[in-house]
């Protein structure tokens, strides 16, 4: 996986539905808005989630996992990878320009959202924020429908301190506990 610091605005599929289906009956028309919620979540602190619950992957460099993908990569890795090779006219992933690789440079856009936050205010609807609570919900539902592959230790073991625990295990935490 990329070393990506970046924060990204997550919003879960449930409360965006629920708002759409509230808003279209209440308030029919053709409004448009940007669902954004006011927390973002960084994805570094998402890797390290599932790091911490034994899922099994490696973090390297941008321009390291962009070489990758573009010798190996499937065609759908390959649309994944022109999101990190387009050009700002100053920074190139891929290329040979190291400035923008070595300090994993992404450019994240800010979205206007006030419309929707007046609308979802109007209908009680708010976008939560992306916690390990939530987070898990939606891990459990990946794995338990196959969607995303399991981690080494079964998850339902892991989830309830992975919620509740001040620090998350390390990898080697997971090693000590399949060796034991």
Known sequence: MPELHVEEPWTPVDTISDFIVQHSLSRPGNDVFNVTPENNIAVMDIFGWLQSLSFDFE????????????????????????????????????????????????????????????????????LPAITRELFSLYLEYGTTHQLIPTPIIPLQKQLPAFISADELPTAEDHMETINE
């Open 59 to 126: 973090l390297v460099s941008l321009k390291a996992w962009c070489q990758t993908l573009e010798r190996e990569g499937s065609e759908q890795d390959k649309t994944i990878l022109s999101f990190f090779t387009r050009t700002d006219n100053s920074h190139d992933a891929s290329a040979g320009d190291d400035s923008a690789s070595d300090t994993n440079r992404v450019i994240a856009m800010a979205f206007e959202d006030s419309r929707y936050q007046s609308a979802s205010e109007a209908l009680g609807v708010t």
